[in-house]
């Protein structure tokens, strides 16, 4: 709300200059107004951090020391049909999604429905039809961003894979290890631990490639919205 206010503000003294009423009262009255809506959005903006962002670690945390307690009142066919490489993986990767979905993704998620809606009511009663121009975009990102989570989905199910292979040959190592020692098998097993590093790198590398195609995606279509309203 004091984001939109700036622009209101920053306009009404527009209204002024053109009107040849700007005064050096006005000027000091607005430049206290501006002064405390900045304040007051600065702290706002602090407690609304910390309050979703705090909710990132108790997560995570509480996540994993469920997932260890659960893993432990299991019978031992439970570990024959889930191998522990996917258990450390939920403990590990899947509890930071979870924690994201927690702090990051209820942020979004009040940012991307209360805010929008403040925009466009004030859009809407500065210009009907200009509206309308941003509201078309709008299913042409949706397009876009769908083709991409489609993508990134695919892959974040081939990083997934990866972790879990990466975690068994872990698990596998350690407990031959006097095995490897006693035939001197570490340089062979060491080349082969790396290999599947390199393989899960690329495989995170990929991911990330596609997470970074979202923000451009968002913010071309938003801008030729923007420049088709001027």
Not at 4 to 23: C, E, F, N, R, V
Not at 131 to 151: D, E, G, H, W
Not at 152 to 178: C, P, Q, V
């Amino acid at each position: 709300f004091t984001t939109l206010m700036l622009p209101k503000i920053i306009g009404t003294l527009t209204g002024y200059i053109q009107s040849g009423a700007l005064s050096i009262v006005i000027i000091k009255k607005y430049s206290l107004i501006i002064l405390a809506v900045g304040i007051f959005n600065y702290i706002a903006n602090g407690i609304w951090n910390y309050i979703f962002f705090k909710n990132y670690y108790y997560f995570d945390s509480e996540v994993r020391v469920r997932i260890f307690f659960k893993a432990l009142s299991q019978s031992p066919g439970f570990f024959k049909a889930n191998p522990i490489s996917d258990i450390i993986n939920k403990a590990t990767s899947d509890s930071a999604n979870i924690a994201d979905l927690a702090g990051y993704g209820l942020m979004t998620l009040m940012d991307g429905v209360l805010f929008p809606c403040l925009v466009f009511y004030y859009m809407f009663n500065i210009s009907p039809i200009l509206t309308v121009v941003p509201i078309i975009a709008l299913p042409i990102m949706v397009y876009f961003i769908t083709l991409v989570s489609k993508n990134y989905d695919r892959r974040y199910l081939s990083l997934k894979k990866s972790m879990d292979s990466l975690h068994e040959s872990a698990l596998e190592t350690y407990n031959g290890i006097k095995v490897i020692k006693t035939f001197n098998l570490s340089s062979i097993m060491g080349k082969i631990f790396m290999k599947m590093v390199d393989k899960n790198l690329d495989e995170e590398l990929r991911l990330q490639r596609i997470n970074t195609l979202y923000m451009p995606i968002v913010e071309i279509i938003s801008g030729i919205a923007a420049v088709i309203s001027f």
